[in-house]
């Protein structure tokens, strides 16, 4: 298993900008898919975005495509999530995973590691 450590989150207000980071250690960051998900006050955890090992290949949800780009740095075992033009209902705790595998997965079982979430708020 990788460890995984969010950062990131913040206020910011509709229609602005953010930048999540999720480092990881304790394994080979290039062999893993990652994956970003969600969950807000009340609600299942919903997936996000993800990227295969060598950042070739990205998918996202409906919700953030379009406003939401992930990209990886293997050189710096980190993976991102920009995140553009948000809006409320993006407000949520945002997790980041780690599959290891060469495919992408949206289903949070198909995931083993997980960091302790990063919150971002977005107001009105």
């Known amino acids: 298993q990788v460890q995984l450590v969010e950062s990131g989150g913040g206020l910011v207000q509709a229609g602005g900008s953010l930048r999540l980071s999720c480092a990881a250690s304790?394994?080979?960051?290039?062999?893993?898919?990652m994956g970003w998900f969600r969950q807000a006050p009340g609600k299942e955890r919903e997936f996000v975005a993800a990227?295969?090992?060598?950042?070739?290949?990205?998918y996202y949800a409906d919700s953030v495509k379009g406003r939401f780009t992930i990209s990886r740095d293997n050189a710096k075992n980190t993976v991102y999530l920009h995140m553009n033009s948000l809006k409320p209902e993006d407000t949520a705790v945002y997790y980041c995973?780690?599959?290891?595998?060469?495919?992408?997965?949206?289903?949070?079982?198909?995931?083993?590691?997980w960091g302790q979430g990063t919150q971002v708020t977005v107001s009105s």
């Open positions: 990227i295969s090992p060598s950042g070739r290949s990205t």
């Open positions: 995973a780690a599959r290891r595998s060469n495919t992408i997965a949206t289903i949070e079982g198909l995931y083993g590691s």
């Open positions: 304790g394994g080979t960051f290039s062999s893993f898919s």
